[in-house]
């Protein structure tokens, strides 16, 4: 009696040793290998989700009710895998400011990076602060500063923060006024308490500009801010200290 080599349990590639069908595709070919992807990269996806989220829900629905349940929801990120990330709210909070700090700074040395006399860069600081106040990332640093001021759990970290912001800031605007030949520390001391009127100011009127009826009006007091700063830069550089 003949033998069906057929039968089931038999493979077709040699006696003894069975076929795994969920190895080959429908064409009869291998199917390529799922390429195993490190923690290290995985973390680094999950942690990004977790601050874009954090952003998106600061700039939508505001610092109170980003809570970190609806970031996680928001992310598509379990509730184990966030807090193994950021185990307070004030931790995920944090990483969203820098987050948005490192994203503004990107962008401001992308847009001067297009000009090349100082002092056109120093005159496109306001726009382009302004430009990134209006922004949903924007909104939601303002979001922080606004709420973070009365959480104990992030006060103090922001408050700190926020201090190297300005220092950095300060240290920017006034290495781009050296280059336009400013030497004083007089010069100096002025520039400084410019970068911080100016950074208020468009504070301020990005906070009137979040409501619709104000928004034209803001704009036009940027404007007339922009005169001030053309007008302040030029009799500064011909002072003599």
Not at 9 to 31: D, V
Request: overall charge positive; glycine content about 6%; charged content about 30%.
């Amino acid at each position: 009696m003949t033998r069906d080599r057929s039968a089931p349990g038999l493979a077709l590639g040699g006696p003894g040793k069975k076929q795994n069908m969920h190895e080959h595709t429908e064409e009869g070919l291998p199917k390529p290998k799922r390429r195993r992807v490190p923690n290290a990269e995985r973390s680094a996806t999950t942690r990004a989700k977790l601050i874009e989220a954090t952003i998106k829900s600061l700039y939508e629905l505001g610092y109170h009710q980003t809570t970190t349940v609806l970031v996680a929801e928001r992310a598509g990120v379990s509730r184990g895998a966030m807090l193994h990330q950021f185990p307070t709210k004030a931790d995920l909070m944090m990483a969203a400011a820098y987050k948005i700090r490192d994203m503004r700074l990107e962008r401001h040395q992308e847009k001067l990076g297009e000009l090349e006399k100082a002092e056109d860069k120093f005159l496109a600081l306001i726009d382009v602060l302004w430009e990134g106040l209006l922004s949903s990332s924007g909104v939601a640093r303002i979001e922080l500063m606004l709420s973070t001021r009365s959480d104990p759990d992030l006060c103090d970290r922001f408050e700190v923060f926020n201090d190297e912001i300005d220092r950095n800031h300060k240290k920017r605007v006034w290495e781009l006024c050296e280059a336009a030949g400013m030497s004083s520390e007089n010069q100096k001391q002025q520039i400084n308490a410019f970068v911080q009127l100016y950074a208020a100011a468009l504070r301020g009127l990005a906070i009137d500009a979040l409501r619709p009826a104000s928004r034209d009006g803001a704009g036009d007091s940027v404007e007339l801010l922009k005169r001030f700063q053309a007008q302040f830069f030029e009799q500064i550089l011909k002072s003599n200290g």
